[in-house]
């Protein structure tokens, strides 16, 4: 029996947010015009040029050179599976740096391609000294050393650099999730030695979500192409993806592959445009500025981080819950005045808040915004008299 349908179904009429949580950002406006532009087929001339454009601007933000740097078609997930199932095959070994959910969340990956996977492991809020993967390899060998560059959960920055020459001297891949850093802190895969990265379209790119990307570089490249099977993904196989994506040097016919998200790929290149009108040095300078003004308002308050100074985010912030203050309670009150801010994951759930600071609402007006609803929430809680 078919469902009942309502007489009449109302049209959407979403709130307005202020989207101050771990992503989505909000896009500024062009973004979300774009993406509104007339559709044209994923083969269509025209839409490959956007493709071209596309790539050329990401590799720009990622500081590559590699051909294969794309945008999947899908949320960043998809991207961090597209490089774990494409690198790894069944026996063979890695190494996952973790320092959070999202660290945990590669190693399960990696198992799941058949890997057979050693972790390092700091604990919640730390990084992970280099030398010891350092150590880890010189123990046993690895095919792929993998880590999260920014660790959402805990708003930690993991040095990276170090540990790809440490991987690259111990014949290793090295590929990193950079999911929370690209586009808001420097992400320089090619001076760093990084062989493959993932990242998404909704954080500091300020695109709406569903788009993963990715970059591969001549080493992981050759590593798929070396494969003693096809990977155990049709979706995500890079080989079949870039005969729809194009090869370096080859002819421009392009071979379908997916019906690729046309307006979402329009989307994400307007935001890509206007990263390279802002300039990537002003943007890493105007994501640490907001992240300077929010820690003063945040200190003000009477409120602490969980993570140490040392390694900390700026454009994620995780604020210790103070005792005897209710999370639920706080985050529902904030969203009723029309700001998103997120709890913790895991063993920080009750703990701690996650705060954004991302793309367009890295800006001062918005911080004051967020601070002084937060400072009226807290009051009204009975925390702050």
Known sequence: ??????ASIEPLQPPQRLLMGPGPSNPHPRVLEAMARPMVGHLDPYFLGVMDETMRMLRHLYGTENHHTIPMSGTGTSGLETIVLNLLEPGDEAIVGVIGYFGQRLHEMAQRAGAVVRTIEAPYGEVIPPERFEQELERRPAKLVALVHAETSTGAVQPVAPVAEIARRHGALIA???VTSLGGVPVD???WGIDAAGSCSQKCIGAPPGLGPVTFGPRAMEAVRGRKKPPP???LDLNLLFRYWGEEGTAKQRAFHHTAPVSSIYAFREALRLI???GLEARWARHAAAHERFAAGVT???LSFFTPAAHRLPMLNVIAIPDGVDDARVRRAMLDRGIEMAGGFGP????TWRVGLMGTNADPERIDR???TLDEVLRGEGWRD
Not at 1 to 6: I, L, Q, S
Not at 348 to 351: A, D, F, I, R, Y
């Open 1 to 6: 029996m078919a469902a009942v349908m309502p």
């Open 176 to 178: 990193i999730d950079c």
């Open 189 to 191: 895969i090619d001076a």
């Open 233 to 235: 993904t049709w979706y």
């Open 276 to 278: 390279m009108e802002e």
């Open 300 to 302: 003000r308050m009477g």
């Open 348 to 351: 920080l759930q009750g703990k």
């Open 370 to 372: 967020f601070l002084e």
